[in-house]
T-cell receptor, first 110, second 113 residues
Framework: DQQVKQNSPSLSVQEGRISILNCDYT??????FLWYKKYPAEGPTFLIS?????DKNEDGRFTVFLNKSAKHLSLHIVPSQPGDSAVYFC?????????FGAGTRLTVKP | KAGVTQTPRYLIKTRGQQVTLSCSPI?????VSWYQQTPGQGLQFLFE???????NKGNFPGRFSGRQFSNSRSEMNVSTLELGDSALYLC????????????FGNGTRLTVT
């Protein structure tokens, strides 16, 4: 059951522009949301998180937005850099476990 | 502080065999989770251990099992391997359950031939 969905398998943006990665979830019991970045041959690395009591959390170039009514989560990267090229996973935690989306491959072109 | 360590990094097995994967969490972390990553499927939750007890289990057959030791180290076992078990198996640890991020190891790449 795909409780966390990332509908865009890939995204390509120009260096310096904004990257917007989207994530939708179906379980209203999720109360903690995270974004991870993954390079090949490495494990996912935690990027940024947001609690369900907030609608925005910012950390440097990374901002996560949460729209609870729409059950939608997004990650904004501004400005995008070539080193940001990786697979990005969104994740949501409920009472029992943490669920991940299928990932979006971001390519930032110089 | 050392990160999450998974051994071995790569493993090749044949159908019908069994395999044991090992995970050493970050020092002080008591929660360990296991995930399976396959192309296009993202990370599928296998199980989570906390203080040597399995707290949660994902939707995988009984061939997949695990355990956690008193030092929080964890092992995952897959018996009667099938070709479809070929995947990257990731272990993650966290300090406590609840709202704390998971910290992942680099995974074990299992290939079943």
């Amino acid at each position: 059951d795909q409780q966390v969905k990332q509908n865009s398998p890939s995204l390509s943006v120009q260096e310096g522009r904004i990257s917007i990665l989207n994530c939708d979830y179906t379980n209203s019991m999720f109360d903690y949301f995270l974004w991870y970045k993954k390079y090949p041959a490495e494990g996912p690395t935690f990027l940024i998180s947001i609690s369900s009591i907030k609608d925005k959390n910012e950390d440097g170039r990374f901002t996560v937005f949460l729209n609870k009514s729409a059950k939608h989560l997004s990650l904004h990267i501004v400005p995008s850099q070539p080193g940001d090229s990786a697979v990005y996973f969104c994740a949501a935690r409920g009472a029992l476990d943490m669920r991940f989306g299928a990932g979006t491959r971001l390519t930032v072109k110089p | 502080k050392a990160g999450v360590t998974q051994t071995p990094r790569y493993l090749i097995k044949t159908r019908g065999q069994q395999v044991t994967l090992s995970c050493s969490p970050i020092s002080g972390h008591r929660s360990v989770s296991w995930y399976q990553q396959t192309p296009g499927q993202g990370l599928q939750f296998l199980f989570e251990y906390f203080s040597e007890t399995q707290r949660n289990k994902g939707n995988f057959p009984g061939r997949f099992s695990g355990r956690q030791f008193s030092n929080s180290r964890s092992e995952m076992n897959v018996s009667t391997l099938e070709l479809g078990d070929s995947a990257l198996y990731l272990c993650a640890s966290s300090f406590v359950q609840g709202n704390s991020p998971l910290h992942f190891g680099n995974g074990t790449r299992l290939t079943v031939t």
